[in-house]
């Protein structure tokens, strides 16, 4: 009596079938805490593992479709970051090792997509590389390969690279300044001094839009605005993103926020997403250090700290934050020159007709769990000293 063994790609074949095409469904329903369904989806994740450890020939199959997984997921819409940050969020860090190989892996044989995805594969982390047995190794890639199959499409983004280089290293080098500016204010221990170096950082970005309108006003970009993704992560994601809608909306921005997959994506003209990014940023670091402050001072009164104050403390920030940039970009466009106002109204219908296209339909959120005065009055207060002044009249 002969047999003929199985290739390696028809047993990855036969663990998938087991353990994520039959199971996807179950799989979803253990996600809402139903035992049965648990039980079954653990049951074939089992099932799957085990063929797959029994025969070591799979392990390159294994890769191959694992890179396939990756590279559909560029096509439903997500990005490097996105993926690694859901991973993280979902699953372990031995998840996140095995995501970012493949990632790695795809890229290589990836076509340009240009700065900003070069900068998130430039970004990914170096988690260590899975180990242990053979079981738990294809359990967990199994693990990964679900997921990446569950997630649903997101809105494409297409990076607007600039058509035009009126002057060749400026912007690197005012983004750098930038930088510096943020990363001392970040650092001090003096809040005067925090408010004085991030105040001369937003001068320079309302300076480095105003120059970037200039000159789309002689050579409009016919590809502009874009758009990018900014993690909004828990704890307390909430009032994380009206921080960052505060940022946007002052940087001649809008950004939409997606709560199940911790993101908020800002659409903009280039430049203006970039001093997003780098502004919230910097806001952020510099609100968690003034709560940090804060909650040494409530405790030393003999009030321990809660998830209330904290949530209050945030959410004042960002509410006063938003109130002063609004103050500051009012001022900057009252100082420009009456030539530019219709180029910046022309961007600012721009920013809006792209945004609708890209979401049309969105809700507002109220924000939850604000209810604690102590938390509020302090966060307003690091507000305060946070706060940007306005840049003086352009020459």
Not at 89 to 97: N, P, S, Y
Not at 103 to 112: E, G, K, L, N
Not at 145 to 159: D, T
Not at 369 to 382: I, K, L, M, P, S
Request: glycine share 4%; charged share 25%; net charge negative.
């Amino acid at each position: 009596m002969s047999s003929t063994s199985s290739s390696p790609a028809d047993v990855v074949e036969r663990a998938f079938q087991a353990a994520l095409h039959d199971s996807a469904h179950s799989a979803h329903s253990a996600h809402s805490a139903h035992s049965a369904d648990t039980d079954s989806a653990d049951a074939a994740l089992d099932t799957g593992a085990s063929l797959l450890a029994a025969d070591p020939a799979t392990d390159a199959e294994l890769t191959r479709r694992g890179v396939e997984f990756v590279a559909a997921l560029w096509r439903r819409g997500w990005q490097p970051a996105d993926a690694v940050r859901i991973v993280r969020r979902e699953l372990d860090a031995v998840h996140v090792g095995l995501v970012t190989a493949l990632i790695r892996a795809q890229a290589r044989d990836d076509r340009a997509r240009g700065r900003r995805w070069a900068d998130q594969l430039a970004e990914l982390p170096d988690d260590p590389p899975a180990s242990g047995d053979r079981f738990s190794y294809a359990t967990a890639v199994l693990e990964l390969y679900r997921l990446l199959l569950r997630l649903p499409a997101l809105e494409p983004l297409q990076e607007r690279e600039p058509h035009r280089q009126a002057r060749p290293g400026s912007h690197a080098r005012m983004l750098t300044r930038i930088r510096a500016l943020l990363a001392k204010a970040e650092a001090t221990g003096f809040p005067q001094e925090a408010e004085a170096l991030t105040a001369k950082a937003q001068e320079l970005m309302a300076r480095h839009s105003l120059d970037e309108a200039l000159l789309d006003a002689h050579a409009p970009d016919p590809d502009a605005p874009g758009a990018c993704r900014i993690g909004v992560e828990p704890p307390y994601e909430q009032a994380k993103a009206v921080l960052l809608d505060a940022v946007a909306g002052a940087n001649h921005c809008r950004a939409v926020w997606n709560e199940p997959f911790a993101f908020s994506t800002v659409v903009g003209f280039e430049a203006d997403l970039e001093t997003v990014e780098l502004l919230y940023t910097s806001l952020l670091v510099q609100a968690q250090s003034a709560m940090a402050k804060a909650e040494a001072a409530q405790r030393a009164g003999g009030r321990r700290r809660t998830k209330t104050f904290r949530q209050s403390f945030l959410a004042a920030y960002a509410h006063r934050i938003g109130t002063r940039l609004g103050e500051i970009a009012a001022a900057a466009e009252t100082a420009v020159n009456d030539d530019l106002l219709p180029v910046l109204a022309t961007r600012a219908v721009a920013v809006t007709a792209a945004t609708d296209r890209m979401f049309p339909q969105t809700v507002s959120t109220r924000l939850r769990g604000v209810t604690d005065e102590a938390g509020w009055t302090e966060g307003a207060e690091a507000a305060d000293r946070a706060r940007m002044r306005p840049r003086p009249r352009l020459p």
